[in-house]
């Protein structure tokens, strides 16, 4: 298997989960403490040595796109004013990874999306990396999937173990453990219930794809709405060529949700030595008199 070098982001979906925050600002483009969501996301891609990230968008999200680019007058006035460490931060950003868009015109699901990065991505195994899932720790999430993905030479989806009343929200798979953490994958099972499911690994948005998926992509039926799964379309690649799971390691946030997505903001604020003991004060005092 070739070197991966590209990550598919797709970026087109409403956000229905996070609204009104979501009416007018992408979800992608919700700050967790002092970032928007999807940069933690792209720096975890970065953190893997992927270079070239393709965002599959619509026509309302270019402010996603806007926030990889130079912003020249606001360097001018951060400039001005000294503030050259917040220069400094800006241009970083800009400068992180290489960005490619290609517009999702109608949302018909996960599956569609990645389907739409088709000629971008070409004939080389790619990374698909979902927003709403954040990973962090000491090796990013997406790097552990690429790792095995180039030992095994077969696509690789990411898994978290979650409990057993909660099978019914994700994709589970079925696999055998054939060392610490990564399954070969004999199937998957969408969103069954808890006396079906085959295990409690369920997939929580990274992937490593060989190009072989598109063939199964344009195969899959449409599904409620006219949605294009991708699990569907997994599950035939993993019958056809074969697929692994990883277990991934580190602190899962769905930025989806709101409790997480108001944990991850304290988690990470806590992490800053400068607002922690003021931050951790208000708690307490918050949760004193609640």
């Not at 953490?181 to 969103?191: A, D, I, L, P």
């Not at 277990?247 to 409790?259: C, H, I, S, V």
């Amino acid at each position: 298997m070739n070197e991966v070098r590209k990550v598919v982001i797709p970026v087109a979906g409403w956000g229905t989960r996070s609204l009104p925050a979501t009416k007018n600002i992408p979800k992608e483009m919700l700050p967790i403490y002092n970032k928007p969501v999807i940069q933690y996301v792209v720096e975890e891609a970065q953190r893997a040595r992927i270079r070239d990230v393709i965002f599959v968008t619509n026509r309302d999200k270019s402010v996603i796109e806007d926030h990889f680019d130079y912003n020249l007058q606001l360097e001018g006035v951060l400039e001005r004013a000294g503030k050259l460490d917040k220069l400094e931060e800006i241009r970083k950003v800009a400068e992180m990874v290489n960005i490619m868009s290609v517009r999702q015109k109608r949302q018909l699901g996960l599956g569609h999306a990645v389907l739409c990065a088709e000629e971008l991505v070409q004939d080389a195994p790619f990374a698909v990396m979902v927003g709403d899932d954040l990973m962090f720790g000491g090796v990013p999430a997406i790097g552990q999937l690429i790792e095995v993905a180039m030992a095994e030479k077969v696509s690789v989806v990411g898994v978290v173990e979650v409990p057993w009343e909660k099978v019914n929200r994700y994709g589970i798979i079925d696999g055998e453990e054939t060392s610490p953490g990564v399954y070969r994958v004999r199937g998957m099972v969408e969103k069954p219930s808890r006396e079906n499911a085959p295990s409690r690994l369920a997939i929580v948005g990274r992937y490593v794809l060989t190009p072989n998926i598109f063939t199964y992509l344009k195969q899959v039926k449409p599904g409620h709405g006219g949605e294009i799964q991708l699990t569907d379309a997994m599950q035939s690649l993993s019958q056809h060529h074969g697929m692994m799971a990883v277990r991934m390691m580190g602190m899962r946030f769905d930025a989806g949700d709101w409790a997480e997505f108001l944990t991850a903001n304290i988690y990470f604020a806590l992490q800053d030595e400068e607002l922690r003991y003021d931050l951790l004060a208000l708690l307490k005092n918050f949760v004193q008199f609640t």
